[in-house]
């Protein structure tokens, strides 16, 4: 069955780098559209970035530019979100996700990999 | 953008509930719902407007017109309550809390 595990999290302090990582499984990754998604703790969704196939397309929130890079190797089964200058506010269980349907609709979530920025 | 929903609405076990999403960006894109219980992953129950996706129980149902997306839970069990969010591309409306009294 579709299977997506992240890892990579953990408590890093305001200013430094993460990077979080997606292993797929159970479906033809190189095929579909992944995003990462966000969930402040007590709070709602908040889509971060996406990623097309291939690679070659990227998109990012507002709230990311600059500071965040999705990136996949298809022949690894593997996305990618590299975060640079941490603030406290990026804070939260970030997801990793496949887009089933469209490029929107957002249809396999991980469990989840929690990012605690705090000094 | 920002897509709007009531923080809350409440049902009783057996009755309809419907929850909405407005806002602009549902002028230009499709709408999706998903369900999110406590300590887990969400769960897309309607994609594109109104479609379910295999699994999801045909007591969902969804609408949309204009600027707002609705949706609808008809029979409500007591296993649907959670947390509901709408999306519209890349913007997340900020949730509904659906209590079965």
């Known amino acids: 069955q579709v299977q997506l595990v992240e890892s990579g999290g953990g408590v890093v302090q305001p200013g430094r780098s993460l990077r979080l990582s997606c292993a797929a499984s159970?479906?033809?990754?190189?095929?579909?559209?992944m995003h990462w998604v966000r969930q402040a703790p007590g709070k709602g969704l908040q889509w971060v970035a996406g990623?097309?196939?291939?690679?070659?397309?990227?998109y990012y929130a507002d709230s990311a530019k600059g500071r965040i890079t999705i990136s996949r190797d298809n022949s690894r089964n593997t996305l990618y979100l590299q975060m640079n200058s941490l603030r406290t506010e990026d804070t939260a269980v970030y997801y990793c996700?496949?887009?089933?349907?469209?490029?929107?609709?957002?249809?396999?979530w991980g469990q989840g990999s929690l990012v605690t920025v705090s000094s | 953008y920002e897509l709007i929903q009531p923080p809350s609405v409440s049902v009783y076990p057996g009755q309809t509930v419907s929850i909405t999403c407005s806002g602009d960006?549902?002028?230009?894109?499709?709408a999706c719902w998903y369900q999110q219980k406590p300590g887990q992953s969400p769960v897309l129950v309607i994609y594109?407007?109104?479609k379910r996706p295999s699994g999801i129980p045909e007591r969902f149902s969804a609408s949309h017109s204009r600027n707002t997306a609705t949706l609808t839970i008809i029979g409500t069990q007591a296993m649907d309550e959670a947390d509901y969010y709408c999306?519209?591309?890349?913007?997340f409306g900020g949730g509904t809390k659906l209590t079965v009294l």
């Open positions: 996700a496949n887009a089933y349907h469209d490029f929107w609709s957002i249809y396999y």
């Open positions: 159970g479906f033809r990754f190189s095929s579909y559209v």
């Open positions: 990623i097309s196939n291939d690679g070659n397309n990227k």
């Open positions: 960006k549902l002028g230009d894109d499709y």
């Open positions: 594109q407007d109104r």
């Open positions: 999306q519209a591309s890349s913007v």
